[in-house]
Nanobody
Framework: VQLQASGGGWVQAGGSLRLSCTAS????????MGWFRQTPGKEREFVAA????????SYADSVRGRFTITKDSVKSTFYLQMNSLKAEDTAVYFC?????????????????WGQGTQVTVSS
């Protein structure tokens, strides 16, 4: 499975951005898609995840109520709508996919990764 992320950029605090991640190469076997983020010197952090062939989402406490993960199975694309952005949301965001029902919040559970896209929130 190949993943291509897009949609990052610069925004002022309180603003919104939408990230997209398009998958190719065998998405029918994917169990879950997710978004993670990383800042320099820190480990990759879970943001949100969505079941690909079923229903169900999960969110990090830090983004719940502000971010929404959705999917468009026809387009093999999933999204991260980010509202009410804060300076602490600044990071490189990565999309990921897994064929296994592991722990959604663990980066180790994901087999495939897209390239990162930078999100910068100015306070």
């Amino acid at each position: 499975v190949q993943l291509q992320a897009s949609g990052g950029g610069w925004v002022q605090a309180g603003g919104s951005l939408r990230l997209s991640c398009t998958a190719s190469g065998g998405t029918s076997s994917v169990y879950r898609m997710g978004w993670f983020r990383q800042t320099p010197g820190k480990e990759r952090e879970f943001v949100a995840a969505i079941r690909w062939g079923g229903v169900g989402t999960s969110y990090a406490d830090s983004v719940r109520g502000r971010f929404t993960i959705t999917k468009d199975s026809v387009k093999s694309t999933f999204y991260l709508q980010m509202n009410s952005l804060k300076a602490e949301d600044t990071a490189v965001y990565f999309c990921a996919a897994t064929k296994w029902a592991g722990v959604a919040r663990s980066s180790a559970a994901y087999d495939f990764w897209g390239q990162g896209t930078q999100v910068t929130v100015s306070s």
